[in-house]
């Protein structure tokens, strides 16, 4: 089973700038692919970025040359670096993990309990 845990949530300004921190824990044999989610109230929850663990990565159009994911294989943590923040970025961010089981030939996935980002003047 794995944890995941996020911090850095807040309130800040249009243009300002925050940074998530997500950290996995327990028993795995490996974590491949590491991404953000967000959920707007109304909205389904949706992908924000993806890191593979060779550190390739994508971003959705949306927040492309403003928001930069990032990962440490070996804390197994990844962080989502986020500037240039717009009022439409407002909402509850989620980190996600898939996995490989240590008991059984099995892929899993896992979520945070989600930590929430507002923008607003």
């Known amino acids: 089973q794995v944890q995941l845990v996020e911090s850095g949530g807040g309130l800040v300004q249009p243009g300002g700038s925050l940074r998530l921190s997500c950290s996995a824990s327990?028993?795995?044999?490996?974590?491949?692919?590491m991404a953000w989610y967000r959920q707007a109230p109304g909205n389904q929850r949706e992908p924000v970025a993806t890191v593979s663990r060779a550190g390739l990565a994508n971003y959705a159009d949306s927040v492309k040359g403003r928001f930069t994911i990032s990962r440490d294989n070996a804390k197994n943590t990844v962080a989502l670096q986020m500037n240039s923040l717009k009022p439409e970025d407002t909402a509850v961010y989620y980190c996600n993990a898939g996995y490989r089981r240590l008991d059984v030939l099995r892929f899993d996935e896992a979520w945070g309990q989600g930590t929430q980002v507002t923008v607003s003047s």
């Open positions: 327990g028993s795995f044999f490996s974590i491949n692919d």
